[in-house]
């Protein structure tokens, strides 16, 4: 596959750097969900928080239903949340023209967050053709997806990109998946939003994941990520630490400079005890790590269940019973858990066989998405739209360092991006307590 670098050659026009507009006034929460405290990212403070959640996708990945666009059943599974004990799920596809209140009402009033993956099957990066995804009708629909979710202060995270690189050849993606989450969170800043956090969702792929964390996190500030989150299925019950491998993970992630946890975990090659989370939620793994996400909440034909669902009955399997007993068995570590706060942004990582990517370059952020950051997004496409594929309005060239800042205003300098930001240090999850403190110096997420 063509590097970036290749393909960008082929534009027809140098970049333009589009400095963001101030943002407006940050924008109250709603009210549905205004009981929770929002989390956000942050280099120090207290209350760290640990995600203990679920992957949620009734229905599984071929059916598109919007999960928390129902009442009825939102509020069914929620009481299973609840005797879970979680404070998370994760939501893959979403409705962008549906009304959430009511679900995201419920969710808050149980403690729960929501980590929300952005794009649906017709509204998604192509690891293809990035180069042809990558355009403004894409963007505009993510954006619209972004309107819908930022007031509520429950929604915890957004996912700009899920397992787009899955092997050596598909690793020429990467600075598309990069872009990506740069534009969202030049979005969420120039709309006067909170600063929710945004980040990838890697694939159980040994051969590059630490490559694509080393990408997510070098660069400028306004370029890096908000966190990394990444599938994980190598502890497989009966195991430890060690045996399990997760030892050398921690090792190889020590002093990362951006929050980690796991967007899906718990091996299902033999009867699942979900052993691992006495290790995710202690010391052992709390200097890097700040939580998990279990997949998944129902039987979807692969047999990684909780629960199986047949009309409006929700049956409670074996391995719901076990991770009940293992987060009542695990409680989180006092403190900030040992994180090391001085991380910092990682070198880039260098093109070789299982990662074909030479240089730092990114997209140029695209026309359409700069006026959008000004205007706001259209209504989006919901479940359905004309798709996005080959819809024009791609990049013409690389960026210039800065312009994508997400706190300098309309500053497009390295520097001036790096004094607004500050140093994304290896960052725990923090529960928030003053508002205002949101918008650009953050609170924190993993």
């Given at each position: 596959?063509?590097?970036?670098?290749?393909?960008?050659?082929?534009?027809?026009?140098?970049?333009?750097?589009?400095a963001l507009p101030s943002p407006t006034k940050e924008l109250d929460a709603r009210a549905s969900s205004a009981s929770l405290t929002p989390i956000t990212v942050k280099g120090n403070g207290n209350n760290r928080f640990y995600i203990r959640g679920v992957d949620y996708q009734p229905g599984g990945s071929s059916k598109l239903v919007d999960l928390i666009?129902?009442?009825?059943?939102?509020?069914?599974?929620?009481?299973?949340?609840?005797?879970?004990?979680?404070?998370?799920?994760?939501?893959?596809?979403?409705?962008?023209?549906?009304?959430?209140?009511?679900?995201?009402?419920?969710?808050?009033?149980?403690?729960?967050?929501?980590?929300?993956?952005?794009?649906?099957?017709?509204?998604?990066?192509n690891r293809a053709t990035p180069f042809l995804s990558y355009n403004s009708v894409y963007l505009a629909n993510i954006f619209a997806t972004i309107d819908q979710f930022a007031n509520y202060t429950n929604t915890l995270a957004f996912f700009s990109g899920n397992?787009?690189?899955?092997?050596?050849?598909?690793?020429?993606?990467?600075?598309?998946?990069?872009?990506?989450?740069?534009?969202?969170?030049?979005?969420?800043?120039?709309?006067?939003?909170?600063?929710?956090?945004?980040?990838?969702?890697?694939?159980?792929?040994d051969s590059n994941r630490l490559e694509m964390a080393q990408c997510m996190n070098c660069g400028p500030d306004d370029e890096?990520?908000?966190?990394?989150?990444?599938?994980?299925?190598?502890?497989?019950?009966?195991?430890?630490?060690?045996?399990?491998?997760?030892?050398?993970?921690?090792?190889?992630?020590?002093?990362?400079?951006l929050p980690i946890f796991l967007s899906q975990y718990g091996c299902n090659t033999n009867t699942r005890k979900f052993e691992e989370v006495k290790s995710l939620y202690s010391t052992d793994m709390t200097t890097v790590y700040s939580g998990g996400l279990v997949y998944e909440y129902s039987e979807e034909g692969s047999k990684y269940s909780l629960v199986t669902i047949s009309g409006s009955t929700v049956t409670e399997g074996p391995d719901f019973t076990a991770l009940v007993a293992a987060f009542k068995g695990t409680a989180n570590p006092s403190g900030d858990g040992g994180y090391n706060a001085?991380?910092?942004?990682?070198?880039?990582?260098?093109?070789?066989?299982?990662?074909?990517?030479?240089?730092?370059?990114?997209?140029?952020?695209?026309?359409?998405?700069?006026?959008?950051?000004?205007?706001?997004?259209?209504?989006?496409a919901g479940l359905t739209g004309l798709g996005f594929?080959?819809?024009?309005?791609?990049?013409?060239?690389?960026?210039?360092?800065?312009?994508?800042?997400?706190?300098?205003?309309?500053?497009?300098?390295?520097s001036a991006a790096g004094k607004a930001v500050g140093p994304m240090d290896t960052r725990p999850l923090i529960v928030g307590v003053v508002a205002i403190a949101f918008s650009c110096l953050g609170a924190a997420l993993l």
């Open positions: 596959m063509k590097s970036f670098s290749a393909i960008a050659a082929l534009a027809a026009a140098a970049s333009t750097v589009y666009a129902d009442s009825t059943t939102c509020t069914r599974d929620i009481a299973k949340f609840q005797k879970l004990g979680i404070n998370t799920v994760r939501i893959y596809t979403v409705d962008n023209t549906a009304n959430h209140d009511d679900c995201m009402k419920a969710l808050a009033a149980a403690g729960i967050y929501l980590v929300l993956d952005v794009n649906t099957p017709l509204y998604s990066l397992k787009v690189i899955n092997d050596a050849s598909t690793t020429g993606a990467a600075p598309y998946v990069k872009a990506v989450t740069r534009d969202m969170r030049s979005y969420i800043r120039a709309r006067g939003y909170r600063k929710i956090p945004v980040g990838y969702s890697a694939a159980d792929v890096r990520s908000d966190f990394f989150a990444f599938n994980d299925y190598s502890w497989c019950d009966p195991s430890s630490f060690q045996i399990s491998g997760w030892d050398q993970k921690v090792k190889n992630f020590t002093n990362y400079g001085q991380g910092g942004s990682s070198t880039c990582p260098s093109q070789s066989s299982t990662w074909n990517v030479t240089g730092d370059a990114l997209p140029a952020i695209l026309s359409g998405a700069a006026a959008m950051f000004k205007t706001g997004a259209s209504k989006g594929q080959n819809a024009g309005g791609t990049s013409t060239g690389t960026a210039t360092s800065g312009s994508g800042s997400v706190c300098a205003g309309a500053s497009t300098s390295k």
